[in-house]
């Protein structure tokens, strides 16, 4: 056993030099096949008389008239052209060529490819093992701590306009995390947590409602069922506070549904303009459940603050919860550069500074826009009104598109209100990509930017969206290629069409052109070779 198991390595080093040996043979097979095709045709030019087959070939095609290249290369553009665009809308919807999808996918595998060494040096760990690279699934959706109500606001949204702002799969991740949150305290569910188990996973609004009421026709005192009224029946905020209330009245001693329920309700307060009320609402909750920070129940903290224009007491959150040691969000990055900008926002020029240099408030501002736009690169182009917004999503990736709607949605009107702050966002958010160090795989502050919060925002946000991309996507080879040759293609059916004689002329030079090599290294190879060798490998 131990012999067979002290072999094992060798052989297994045997294997990994077979496999690299062949891979790297694989390089030159595709040449001295190339080599060899050339060797045939010359021995079988006499045999197949491909001299005369050439021959006839040139008088057919010497007997075609100009209408027959001006349809075929017509037919190249357009078809080429019809790939082109199917490449592009691909390209938008999903952030790929579709052509070197399938070619990854399908046709590496067949021909015994492996991913390139400088896609695995990306992700390599601190002892030289290759880690794999981040998945969809490895990108972590949050809660949004500020998401709306969905009877009384997303609805609103989807009367007005007729679109729907949430996508299934947010709706599916509220679903599940209302299942967690609602299944109860006791060991074994009762027939009214059922009912509500299954409402929500129930696609259809109203078929959620009907659930709702029949298991407080079951339980009069089921709080999970007056949650789903207050979320999605109720039209009015202040419908909302009176399910919620009656909610929180029956809750009982399930932590997470009082969590719920009395985080909701101070938002419904902050939503009425009962800002004081509900700051106290919101630091008593933190204080009745200091271990729920998970929840980011600081977010809406701040963003209450900020309206009372508290930022003494802004600053007081931000230096307990901008710590190095915790997660962060575009919130506490964003937040923490909006007080330093407000210091000196009201008296910058970029003139003056450019004359005179940076103060020590002014740099530090700078600083802090800095870091907070390579924490999340999309926020500056919503706060700035180069990007429309679009109602938040329930969930959002922390450092993607959905965070950054989710930010700008409820704190652009703070940064309005500072004046001189969006001025000087809008002078120095470009100077963070001059820090960054490139490629991206090394960060400056933070870790490097993810890769994958393109597909997972796609999924987030709605398809009316033009999702942000960052860094920004070079246009693939494919898309470029058949553009080209669509163009291509039809200029020459043009000039075709116009200079019938003229392209004769050209095309002819053309292949003689591009047949002279083949007919030296005929000429050379007969000269090199003795005639008998030739004829008797043909009698063969």
């Known amino acids: 056993?131990?012999?067979?198991?002290?072999?094992?390595?060798?052989?297994?080093?045997?294997?990994?030099?077979?496999?690299?040996?062949?891979?790297?043979?694989?390089?030159?097979?595709?040449?001295?096949?190339?080599?060899?095709?050339?060797?045939?045709i010359y021995v079988l030019w006499s045999p197949l008389k491909l001299q005369e087959s050439l021959t006839s070939a040139s008088v057919f095609l010497n007997t075609l008239t100009p209408k027959f290249y001006v349809a075929l290369t017509g037919t190249s553009s357009l078809i080429s052209g019809l790939i082109l665009i199917f490449e592009w809308w691909y390209f938008r919807k999903y952030g790929t060529s579709f052509i070197e999808q399938v070619s990854v996918s399908h046709l590496r595998p067949l021909l015994g490819g492996v991913e390139s060494s400088s896609t695995t040096g990306l992700f390599a760990s601190v002892n030289g093992e290759a880690e794999p690279r981040p998945s969809v699934s490895e990108c972590k959706v949050w809660r949004n701590p500020l998401n709306l109500f969905r009877g009384a606001e997303y609805n609103r949204y989807t009367w007005v306009t007729g679109k729907e702002p949430l996508t299934y799969y947010d709706m599916n991740l509220s679903a599940q995390d209302h299942q967690t949150f609602f299944t109860g305290d006791t060991p074994q569910l009762r027939p009214e947590d059922a009912v509500m188990q299954k409402a929500w996973r129930e696609r259809n609004p109203q078929a959620r409602i009907r659930a709702a009421y029949q298991a407080i026709?079951?339980?009069?005192?089921?709080?999970?069922?007056?949650?789903?009224?207050?979320?999605?029946?109720?039209?009015?905020?202040?419908?909302?506070?009176?399910?919620?209330?009656?909610?929180?009245?029956?809750?009982?001693?399930?932590?997470?549904?009082?969590?719920?329920?009395?985080?909701?309700?101070?938002?419904?307060?902050?939503?009425?303009?009962?800002?004081?009320?509900?700051?106290k609402m919101m630091r008593d909750l933190m204080k009745e459940f200091p271990l729920l920070g998970m929840l980011n129940i600081h977010e809406n903290l701040l963003e209450a603050l900020l309206e009372l224009q508290a930022y003494a007491d802004v600053q007081a959150v931000l230096a307990k919860y901008d710590d190095i040691s915790l997660p962060k969000s575009a919130t506490i990055c964003y937040t923490s550069a909006l007080l330093k900008a407000r210091a000196v926002s009201d008296k910058f020029s970029p003139e003056a500074a450019s004359r005179r240099g940076l103060s020590t408030a002014e740099m530090n501002a700078v600083e802090a826009i800095h870091r907070a736009v390579e924490f999340n690169p999309h926020v500056p182009k919503y706060l700035l009104e180069m990007k429309s917004l679009i109602l938040p999503p329930e969930h959002i990736l922390k450092r993607g598109d959905s965070e950054a709607v989710a930010y700008a949605f409820f704190h652009l009107q703070h940064w309005k209100r500072a004046e001189g702050a969006l001025n000087l966002l809008h002078c120095t958010w470009e100077g963070t990509f001059r820090i960054i160090p490139y490629p991206l795989e090394k960060g400056h502050l933070f870790y490097p930017y993810p890769g994958c919060t393109e597909t997972a925002d796609r999924e987030l946000l709605?398809?009316?969206?033009?999702?942000?991309?960052?860094?920004?996507?070079?246009?693939?080879?494919?898309?470029?290629?058949?553009?080209?040759?669509?163009?291509?293609?039809?200029?020459?059916?043009?000039?075709t069409h116009q200079f019938p004689e003229l392209m004769g002329v050209f095309a002819k030079a053309f292949f003689s052109t591009l047949f002279a090599p083949l007919g030296f290294f005929a000429d050379k190879m007969e000269s090199f070779m003795p005639s008998s060798f030739w004829h008797q490998l043909t009698q063969i």
């Not at 029946?233 to 809750?251: D, G």
């Not at 246009?475 to 020459?492: D, K, Q, R, V, Y």
């Open 462 to 495: 709605p398809s009316f969206h033009e999702v942000s991309v960052y860094p920004k996507k070079e246009l693939p080879f494919f898309i470029l290629f058949t553009a080209g040759l669509c163009s291509f293609t039809a200029m020459l059916a043009m000039l």
């Open 217 to 279: 026709e079951m339980n009069h005192e089921c709080a999970a069922a007056y949650v789903l009224l207050a979320e999605e029946e109720a039209t009015t905020i202040t419908e909302a506070e009176r399910l919620f209330k009656k909610a929180l009245s029956i809750a009982g001693k399930d932590i997470n549904l009082l969590v719920y329920i009395k985080r909701r309700l101070a938002m419904c307060t902050r939503k009425l303009g009962r800002i004081k009320e509900a700051v």
């Open 1 to 40: 056993m131990e012999d067979t198991a002290g072999s094992n390595p060798q052989s297994l080093g045997f294997t990994e030099k077979l496999k690299s040996w062949l891979s790297w043979s694989w390089t030159y097979v595709c040449f001295i096949w190339f080599g060899m095709v050339l060797i045939m």
